[in-house]
């Protein structure tokens, strides 16, 4: 079993991250960071976290990456250039030709997390400016082998029951 946290769209806090950072990094296998975080590479913020580049992000970030964990490939984007406001198509294409389980994503600050075609499209919202609900957000998702665990937490490291969700994965 692995815990992935993923969090995006932090836009200039620094503290926070390292608070989340510490908070979790006993329990969890690896950090994501979806971008916007306006932050250099190189900040003391952003240790430890695999990040990708947001709109509002400068610096040496790649636009995309993929990584494996327990097995499940993560493919890592910002969103900006798949237009995820609009519609999931255009990276649900990308996901296909990288063979994605695991598409993590922001841009749109909106909590989400779905499964189309077998893979699991994630939003963990905003820690800085949620869009469509009050909460700061966050997520850890718990890799078993036949279901992946969504738990969603508040900035405060609050776990927010009410949207945990279990997920079945394509094999």
Do not use: W
Not at 16 to 28: A, G, K, M, T
Not at 35 to 61: A, I, R, W
Not at 76 to 82: E, L, M, R, S, V
Not at 86 to 92: D, P
């Amino acid at each position: 079993m692995s815990k992935v946290l993923i969090i995006s769209d932090s836009h200039g806090l620094t503290k926070e991250l390292e608070v989340i950072r510490e908070r979790h990094l006993n329990e969890v296998d690896l950090m994501i960071h979806c971008g916007d975080s306006q932050l250099m590479p190189e900040h003391k913020s952003m240790t430890g976290y695999l990040t990708v580049m947001g709109n509002c992000d400068f610096g040496g970030y790649p636009l995309e990456t993929t990584t494996e964990m327990a097995g499940r490939k993560f493919f890592i984007t910002h969103g900006h250039k798949f237009s995820v406001k609009m519609s999931l198509m255009n990276l649900a294409y990308k996901a296909e030709e990288v063979d994605a389980d695991i598409v993590c994503f922001g841009h749109s600050h909106v909590l989400g997390a779905e499964v189309i075609d077998g893979r699991l499209y994630l939003n963990p919202g905003s820690i800085r400016m949620p869009r469509e609900r009050l909460e700061k957000t966050y997520v850890i998702l718990e890799l078993l082998e036949d279901t992946v665990n969504m738990t969603v937490y508040d900035l405060s490291g609050r776990e927010i029951c009410s949207l945990a969700r279990e997920f079945v994965l394509k094999k």
